[in-house]
């Protein structure tokens, strides 16, 4: 079974692939996904496919603005993921041992 995010990923890439002989529609069509999109993985493969439509076009300035927002937008990510970790503290001290079992019958 396809997932929503598989099925996303292939129509990124079918907007690039379509766009090969026409980079700037492509550009249009991303960059218009891109404004609308939330999920930093799917932004992330916008990003990239940008990046390499950018580059096709000879916009060399514009496909490293590319790299330099997964980068931004994915550390952003990471960060916020540090922050809701719990922080190592000092040591627990141990609770009171427990008792020892009772004997079983027979036992001593």
Do not use: C
Not at 62 to 83: D, F, K, T, Y
């Amino acid at each position: 079974m396809t997932s929503p995010m598989q099925v996303a990923i292939l129509g990124i890439q079918a907007i690039a692939d379509a766009s090969k002989d026409n980079p700037e529609a492509g550009i249009n069509a991303l960059q218009a996904l891109l404004e609308q999109e939330q999920s930093v993985p799917l932004r992330t493969v916008i990003h990239f496919a940008l990046k390499d439509l950018y580059a096709k076009a000879g916009q060399q300035d514009a496909a490293l603005q590319q790299l330099q927002a997964i980068v931004r937008e994915n550390g952003r990510l990471i960060s916020e993921a540090e922050e809701q970790e719990p922080r190592p503290g000092p040591p627990r001290r141990p609770g009171r041992p427990l008792p020892p079992s009772p004997a079983k019958p027979g036992e001593r």
